[in-house]
C-alpha cells in the first residue's frame, strides 16, 4: 500500500515503540471513530434529503459515551473522564490480544502504514470538529444577543459560563474572527503539508477554551479536552523537527514518507472521499448554517409570541389564594416582575432560591420547549414556554427548566389595552392567582449606545 517510514538511522520499529504504538492506535481510533449503536440511530434518523445546519453539528459532536446520555433526541451528548478511562483499559486489552497474534501467528505488519491511517483519522476527525464549532462562531450562533429576560436580570444573578456567553454574543464581528481562525485551523489539517500548523492552532486555540470552561464552569471542558489531545498526538508527528529546526538551530529530519497506492481505484477513492468530506462538512454544513442564522431564532424558540406582548412588566397587583402581596424585595411568593419574549418564552423573576439549569453544552435542537440556552445559568428566573388558546384566551405554561419539568399550570387571561394583561387561574402547586402587569416603557444603556453609534450622540 505504501513505503515504509525511516525511524532513526535504523529505519525499522523496535518492539517498545511496536507496544506502545498498537495501544495508542487502539485507543485514538475507539475515540474517533463511531462504534455506537445509539450514535447510528441517531444518525439515520436525520433527514438527510434535507438536514439542517444543528444535524451536521449534533453528528460532528461525537465522543464515545458509556456512563452519560443526554436526554433529547435531537443530540448526541458528551463523553466524561469516566468514559476516557473504560477506552483506556479496552484499549490495553486488546492491545495484548494484538500483540499475542502478531507473535503468534508471525504476522508482520507495515507499522508506519498503520500510522499513517491513523493520523489521517484523526487529521479528519479534528478538522470536522474545530470547523464545525468554528461555523457556528462565523455565523454568530453559538453565543447569540441577549434576550430581553438577559437584560433584565440582575448581573450577580447569572452563572459565569453565561455571563462570558452574554459577553461575547455583544460583540458578533469579534466571534466571526474567532470562528474563522478556527475554520482555517481545520482546513490546514486536511493537508499533509500544513496538518501541523493546523495542530499548533487547534493546541492554542482550544488550549484558551479549555481553560475558558475551567475558569466560567462551562459545560465544554471534556470535549475541549479531547479535541486537544487529538491536536497534541498529531503535532507530535512533526514536533522534533519543528523542536530542532527553531529552537536549537540544527538541521530537521525530512519527513521521507509518501503514501503509495498499488491501484488506481484507491487513489480515486482518497480523492473522491477527501472532496465528498470538503463538499458536505464545510459547503453545504456552511451554506446551512448561514441559512440558519440569516432566519434567527437558532438558540431561542422559532414560533412568535403573544402578539404585541414582547417586554417587560411590572407586576402591578398580586394575589395568591385571594390573599394580596404588596411590592417586596422579600416575599418568595410573590412574581417581582415578568418578561414576554418576541417568542414564545415567558419569564417570572422572584426571589424564591431557583436550582439553575448549568448545562453549558453547545446543543441545538429542533423543538421550541428543548432550546433552554435562554435560561441556562439563571437562579432567579422561572422561564416558561407556552401555548395560547385564543378561543378560550388560555395560556398555557410549562417550565423550559430540567429540573422543574413537573412546573405545568394553565391561566386565563385578559389584555383591557396593549400595556396592560391580567391573569387568573390556578398554578402547578393548586393555589389562586390573581395578577395584573403593567408593561414599563424601558430603555437599555446598551441599546441605546448602538444606536448612538449610528446616528453620532447618547441621550439618556
Known amino acids: 500500500m505504501a513505503t515504509s517510514l525511516n ?17 495508542v492506535f487502539i485507543y485514538f481510533i475507539l475515540q474517533a471513530v463511531p462504534l455506537d449503536w445509539k450514535y447510528f440511530k441517531n444518525l439515520f434518523s436525520v433527514n438527510w ?10 453528528v460532528s459532536r461525537y465522543t464515545p459515551q458509556f456512563f452519560f446520555q443526554h436526554t ?19 484499549a490495553g486489552v486488546l492491545s495484548l490480544v494484538w500483540h499475542f497474534f502478531e507473535n503468534r501467528k508471525q504476522i508482520q505488519l507495515n507499522y508506519p502504514d498503520l500510522y499513517y491511517i491513523l493520523r489521517t483519522v484523526l487529521r479528519y476527525r479534528l478538522a470536522l470538529g474545530v470547523i464545525a464549532y468554528g461555523l457556528i462562531k ?60 493546523g495542530a499548533f492552532i487547534v493546541l492554542i486555540f482550544h488550549g484558551n477554551v479549555f481553560l475558558s470552561n475551567l475558569a466560567y464552569e462551562g459545560g465544554e471542558t471534556i470535549y475541549s479536552l479531547y479535541l486537544l489531545h487529538i491536536a497534541a498526538f498529531i503535532l507530535l508527528y512533526d514536533a522534533k523537527r519543528i523542536i530542532d529546526l527553531f529552537s536549537f538551530n540544527r538541521p530537521a529530519q525530512l519527513n521521507l514518507y509518501r503514501p503509495v497506492y498499488k491501484y488506481d481505484w484507491q487513489y480515486k477513492a482518497r480523492i473522491g472521499l ?14 446551512k448554517t448561514y441559512a440558519a442564522h440569516k432566519q434567527g431564532a437558532v438558540q431561542y424558540p422559532a414560533k412568535p409570541g403573544l402578539t404585541g406582548a414582547e417586554g ?16 417586596s424585595k422579600t416575599d418568595s411568593l410573590r412574581w417581582q416582575d415578568v418578561v414576554f419574549e418576541k417568542w414564545s418564552t415567558l419569564s417570572i423573576r ?59 399550570f394553565k391561566l386565563q387571561f385578559e389584555r383591557p389595552n396593549e400595556n396592560t394583561i391580567r391573569f387568573f387561574g390556578v398554578d402547578a402547586e393548586g393555589d389562586s392567582l390573581q395578577v395584573v402587569l403593567h408593561r414599563i416603557d424601558k430603555k437599555y444603556l446598551y441599546e441605546e449606545a ?5 446616528r453620532g450622540g447618547l441621550i439618556l
Open 7 to 23: 525511524i532513526g538511522s535504523k529505519g525499522y520499529w523496535k518492539a517498545y515503540e511496536k507496544g506502545i504504538f498498537r495501544f
Open 138 to 197: 462565523f455565523f454568530p450562533i453559538q453565543a447569540p444577543y441577549p434576550t430581553l429576560s438577559n437584560f433584565n436580570t440582575d448581573y450577580g444573578d447569572l452563572s459565569a459560563w453565561k455571563i462570558f456567553s452574554l459577553t461575547l454574543g455583544v460583540a458578533p464581528k469579534f466571534e466571526s474572527v474567532l470562528g474563522g481562525l478556527e475554520i482555517l485551523a481545520g482546513l490546514l489539517l486536511l493537508y499533509r503539508g500544513t496538518t501541523a500548523i
Open 450 to 454: 448602538k444606536k448612538a453609534g449610528r
Open 350 to 408: 422572584s426571589t424564591q432560591k431557583i436550582k439553575p439549569w448549568l448545562g453549558g453544552i453547545e446543543a441545538f435542537y429542533k423543538q421550541d420547549k428543548d432550546r433552554i440556552f435562554e435560561l441556562s445559568g439563571s437562579t432567579t428566573r422561572h422561564f416558561y414556554h407556552y401555548r395560547i388558546d385564543s378561543a378560550s384566551n388560555t395560556i398555557n405554561l410549562e417550565n423550559k427548566n430540567p429540573h422543574y419539568l413537573n412546573d405545568r
Open 49 to 58: 434529503l434535507n438536514p439542517t445546519f444543528a444535524d451536521f453539528f449534533n
Open 72 to 90: 433529547s433526541a435531537d443530540f448526541w451528548g458528551v463523553s466524561t473522564l469516566a468514559d476516557w478511562f473504560v477506552l483506556l483499559i479496552i
Open 312 to 327: 417587560l412588566y411590572d407586576v402591578y397587583e398580586f394575589s395568591r389564594n385571594g390573599h394580596i402581596h404588596p411590592y
Open 274 to 287: 477527501k472532496s465528498a468530506f470538503i463538499l458536505i462538512f464545510i459547503f453545504v454544513f456552511g451554506y
